[in-house]
């Protein structure tokens, strides 16, 4: 069993940077693989990045590449997802979420546990 509790979220300009963190409960969480997706209003929840048991593989969406970085730190139980370079395509409510094991899914069926979500809004 894991909990996540998402933060970081806010209201930043375009062109701008915000932080996610996502911190989660449970004594192993470095062998949970751990995902961010976003779901803006009126469209289904998307994946966008994802990370490795040791953060040595990292993915993300195409909508991302080279603006979003995921990491982790396994001994403060957190992952992060750094946003650069906002859009205002960009704004939706962002989940994280764990998945037990090996496989580092992109699709939200093949995750068991989420966070509550943290809201980001892009304004022009």
């Known amino acids: 069993q894991v909990q996540l509790v998402e933060s970081g979220g806010g209201l930043v300009q375009a062109g701008g940077s915000l932080r996610l963190s996502c911190a989660a409960s449970?004594?192993?969480?470095?062998?949970?693989?751990m995902g961010w997706f976003r779901q803006a209003p009126g469209k289904e929840r998307d994946f966008v990045s994802a990370?490795?048991?040791?953060?040595?593989?990292?993915y993300y969406a195409d909508s991302v590449k080279g603006r979003f970085t995921i990491s982790r730190d396994n001994a403060k139980n957190t992952v992060y997802l750094q946003m650069n370079s906002l859009k205002r395509e960009d704004t939706a409510v962002y989940y994280c979420?764990?998945?037990?094991?090996?496989?580092?899914?992109?699709?939200?069926?093949?995750?068991?546990?989420w966070g509550q979500g943290t809201q980001v809004t892009v304004s022009s």
């Open positions: 979420a764990a998945n037990f094991g090996v496989v580092v899914p992109r699709r939200e069926h093949e995750y068991g546990y």
């Open positions: 449970g004594r192993t969480f470095s062998r949970y693989v």
């Open positions: 990370i490795s048991w040791s953060g040595g593989g990292t």
